[in-house]
């Protein structure tokens, strides 16, 4: 594993994946899948945004078998349709990776649903969307579902009695509930797969700290965290290297499921795949099956 980049993902022809989240590290994963051969939709919001991803994909690998379709994660309705048209499409689905997200903005902010906004679009829409998938998944080609997460889970903690922020809102706190949640579905999803013999490798990765535009995007650009992310860029790894703990818990054969990987260098920020320490408040499976049963009832949804 050691120096693991680009070059050692596996040839992909035959794939099909779907990247939530058209910039960033969603688009450093299309443009890698796409250059190994696999087919990709890259799923998201703004169709101008998409389209420009789109684009970008094919300027690096003309005849690239990529698209965009629309998805709204903070509307649970644009989920399911979004799932509904997949299905008359294909018949299969190898590769999903629940990349895309929200982070801190500065009031809180509710979805669709009513739901705060980073718990509801982070984590209850992947949640969502991976159930409404899950028929598809499990007709696929070894495969695989990778869940982001973030270092920031390191001190989140599911808030039962608040989940939604309705009596306290902290922007971080927010974020950090949502990713820590994120990360202990992934590892829920590895135990159902093989308890019930669903077939799939369900895999958690984060990227440390990189140069996104989730952070300008969130708590905009004025902000202290935004002028950080703009004027001292270089502490922050480029969206490439970010994208490795991703593309690599996708790809690699030796990945396994119900692991955790992230940058090898300085507190897991930056680096290289390794494997990534995994916080104890996420290896809870009392309060993990608890948070699984909450969110099929939020979302409607169930996994079958």
């Not at 190994?36 to 945004?49: H, S």
């Amino acid at each position: 594993m050691a120096h693991w980049t680009r070059s050692h993902i596996p040839p992909q022809t035959g794939r099909l994946a779907v990247i939530t989240g058209t910039g960033g590290l969603g688009l450093e994963c299309a443009l890698a899948l796409t250059a190994a051969g696999a087919d990709v939709i890259i799923a998201g919001r703004n169709p101008l945004k998409g389209q420009a991803a789109v684009e970008k994909v094919l300027q690096q690998t003309p005849g690239a078998k990529v698209r965009f379709e629309m998805l709204d994660l903070s509307d649970l309705e644009t989920i399911h349709r979004f799932a509904d048209r997949l299905k008359t499409q294909v018949e299969h689905l190898d590769l999903l990776i629940n990349n895309a997200a929200v982070m801190n903005p500065p009031e809180r902010q509710t979805t669709a649903e009513g739901f705060e906004l980073q718990f509801g679009s982070n984590y209850l829409g992947h949640f969502a969307l991976t159930a409404h998938l899950l028929p598809l998944l499990r007709k696929g080609r070894q495969p695989r579902v990778v869940s982001l997460s973030s270092i920031a889970a390191r001190s989140g903690k599911i808030d039962f009695e608040d989940l939604q922020a309705e009596r306290h809102y902290a922007p971080m706190e927010a974020y950090q509930q949502s990713k820590l949640a994120c990360l202990m579905f992934a590892l829920t999803l590895a135990r159902k797969s093989k308890d019930l013999h669903w077939g799939i490798t369900s895999v958690a990765a984060h990227p440390g700290i990189s140069r996104t535009d989730l952070i300008p995007n969130g708590m905009g650009q004025q902000s202290v965290e935004g002028r950080l992310r703009k004027y001292l860029w270089f502490l922050f790894q480029p969206a490439a290297q970010g994208a490795l703990p991703t593309l690599y818990a996708a790809t690699a054969p030796e990945s396994e499921g119900g692991a955790y990987y992230g940058p090898h260098q300085f507190s897991e920020t930056r680096g290289y795949p390794v494997p990534a320490k995994i916080p104890p408040q996420a290896l809870d499976q009392v309060a993990a099956e608890r948070l699984w049963h909450i969110s099929e009832q939020l979302t409607q949804t169930h996994f079958v």
